[in-house]
């Protein structure tokens, strides 16, 4: 998948999210978290078959074993147990995926998004100037 289609694809699906989630307040309802829920959810759950540990939950936060899980907040609201700023990228992935996957959950809290068009386009004049100099064996001023 070449970067053109990769980017749209991303975009797109923020979009679609974007218009998912929506902005019409006579859907939106007050929501009330199940604290005792929460409270015997808490300590270190264990696979009660090959006695692994599963996950373990402390707070509001679950903690995974495994090293390239990172910890994720949670709320139990009714019987739904919500995960909130999941991480999609991990230590390790590239910039780009970790950028993506910033913007990504930026849009589905409905955060400002930490990178306005003026880095974007500050970013993007950079590159070209570094394409630039790269094809002439010149220096590029900025």
């Given amino acids: 998948m070449n970067k053109l289609t990769l980017m749209i694809t991303a975009v797109v699906a923020a979009l679609i999210t974007g218009c998912k989630s929506g902005n019409n307040d006579n859907n939106k309802t007050e929501r009330t ?10 300590g270190i759950w264990v696979d009660s078959d090959e006695e692994n540990v599963v996950f373990k939950v402390k707070g509001d936060t679950i903690y995974y074993p495994d ?4 910890p994720v907040r949670f709320a139990i609201y ?12 991990t230590r390790g992935d590239s910039a780009w995926k970790c950028q993506m996957a910033e913007f990504i959950q930026e849009e589905l809290e409905d955060r400002p998004f930490t990178a306005g068009i003026e880095e974007g386009i500050a970013a993007l004049k950079i590159a070209l100037a570094v394409y630039d100099s790269s094809r002439n064996g010149r220096t590029v001023s900025l």
């Fill in 67 to 70: 090293s390239l899980s990172q």
């Fill in 33 to 42: 978290e199940d604290l005792q829920a929460k409270k015997l959810l808490q």
């Fill in 78 to 89: 009714g019987d739904t147990l919500e995960m909130q700023n999941s991480v999609i990228a």
